[in-house]
């Protein structure tokens, strides 16, 4: 079966400190990806988005993620992190390119940043 | 657009009470999904449907759990009767096949089952 493995379940960094959260998914076959993001209290809201194309995409409020197709992976980057990006990220993963409907999450990380 | 909406937005209850969740997709979207989150399990994907059909349905609990999409604009998750281990917040989210997975997600129902 399909799965998505975000390998730290918390991190915890200082504002200004650079963010990589890694994803790894498992399927050989062409997959839509995202990153949503869940600050405290809300619900989840998409951040980044991958389809086709430049691997490296660039999302909301200076986020970037890097497709990797050989390794699998879909990380999320931010070079400065703030303390308004406290939060839950869930990487995410359609399979078959968007023809059927439904995502595989992660178990998501949680990102605090200490001002 | 509105996004989704959800309702009521708090629900507490008393063990054994039936609890209804409601859902109001995006409109046009042709797939509607219901999650639970908790701090022990995470988000989990209960059921989907796609144009009004439940599609997969293999992570509802248990029985007590139901859903239905009557039509295209409103989904109902209906628990009975409810304990206090479904306490939980549950979302609802849509997405259009078009789009390619993205889902939107509504602000969720916080369950409170005492």
């Known amino acids: 079966a399909q799965s998505v493995s975000q390998h730290n379940h918390h991190v915890i960094l200082s504002e200004a400190a650079s963010l990589e959260l890694g994803c790894n998914y498992s399927?050989?076959?062409?997959?839509?990806l995202f990153w949503y993001v869940q600050y405290p209290g809300q619900h989840l809201q998409l951040l980044l988005k991958?389809?086709?194309?430049?691997?490296l995409v660039k999302g909301i409020k200076g986020f970037e993620a890097e497709f990797i197709k050989s390794k699998f992976s879909f990380n999320l980057r931010k070079p400065s992190v703030q303390w308004s990006d406290t939060a839950e990220y869930f990487c995410?993963?359609?399979?078959?390119?968007?023809?059927?409907?439904?995502?595989?999450f992660g178990k998501g990380t949680k990102l605090s940043v200490k001002p | 657009d509105a996004g989704v909406i959800q309702s009521p937005r708090h629900e507490v209850t008393e063990m054994g009470q039936e609890v209804t969740l409601r859902c109001k997709p995006i409109?046009?979207?042709?797939?509607l999904f219901w999650y639970r989150q908790t701090m022990m399990r995470g988000l989990e994907l209960l059921i989907y449907?796609?144009?009004?059909?439940?599609?997969?349905d293999s992570g509802m609990p248990e029985d007590r759990f139901s859903a239905k999409m009557p039509n295209a604009s409103f989904s109902t998750l209906k628990i009975q009767p409810s304990e206090p281990r479904d306490s939980a917040v549950y979302f609802c989210?849509?997405?259009?096949?078009?789009?390619?997975?993205?889902?939107?997600f509504g602000p969720g129902t916080r369950l409170t089952v005492t």
């Open positions: 449907f796609n144009n009004n059909v439940p599609i997969d």
């Open positions: 995410a993963v359609n399979v078959y390119g968007g023809s059927q409907g439904n995502l595989i």
């Open positions: 399927y050989g076959g062409t997959v839509n």
């Open positions: 409109s046009g979207h042709d797939y």
């Open positions: 991958y389809f086709s194309g430049d691997p």
């Open positions: 989210a849509s997405s259009l096949r078009e789009r390619g997975g993205e889902q939107y």
